[in-house]
């Protein structure tokens, strides 16, 4: 469990003795093909190779493993986080290779890009829809009929699924001051 209350504030660092953590020492190595040695050596054990495995098979996603090891190792203070990223296609290739060897196949990456800006711009839409509905209930107290029936229907697309048809429900004629026929 985390204790918020002993957690370090802000700023704190600057007051605490100087070179108190790894990262805020130089790095032990600096350059990219040692470090990569590095990384190879290290991951070449048997046993850590066997864990991998176990990660893949459960669904993790390479950019993800090797993130996660750089990172630690930057956080230990055995290189700077840019040559960690430097480093990282070569120890992807590695660990890759290696996985081949047990017969897994390797995700590159979790994350569907097509997927994540459909989220993100219905995401948008659905925050600029209720902002436009907040605003209009605090000038008149009301709200149009378009706005909501434009809420209701994302809520709708979020709970059905993408493969079966909507149905396409009669719309009301706009009755705002911008609306057509308005005058």
Known sequence: MVDLLNAPIPGQ?????????????PPEMVKVPEIVDYYIGSLAD??????????FELGADLRGIVKTITTAGAMKGLHTVEAGILAAPVIGA?????????????????????K???????????????AAIEKEAKQDGTTSGILDEIRENMDVEEEAPMSEPTQEQPQEEPKGLMSRGAV
Request: glycine share 0%.
């Open 13 to 25: 660092s600057l007051t605490d003795t100087p070179k108190n953590s790894p990262w805020e020492s």
């Open 46 to 55: 048997d046993d850590k190779m066997e864990d991998l495995a176990i990660l």
């Open 94 to 114: 590695f660990i890759k290779a290696a996985m081949s060897e047990y017969d897994i196949k390797v995700k590159e990456t979790s994350l569907d890009m097509e």
């Open 116 to 130: 994540a800006q459909s989220m993100k711009e219905k995401d948008r839409l659905k925050l600029l829809t209720m």
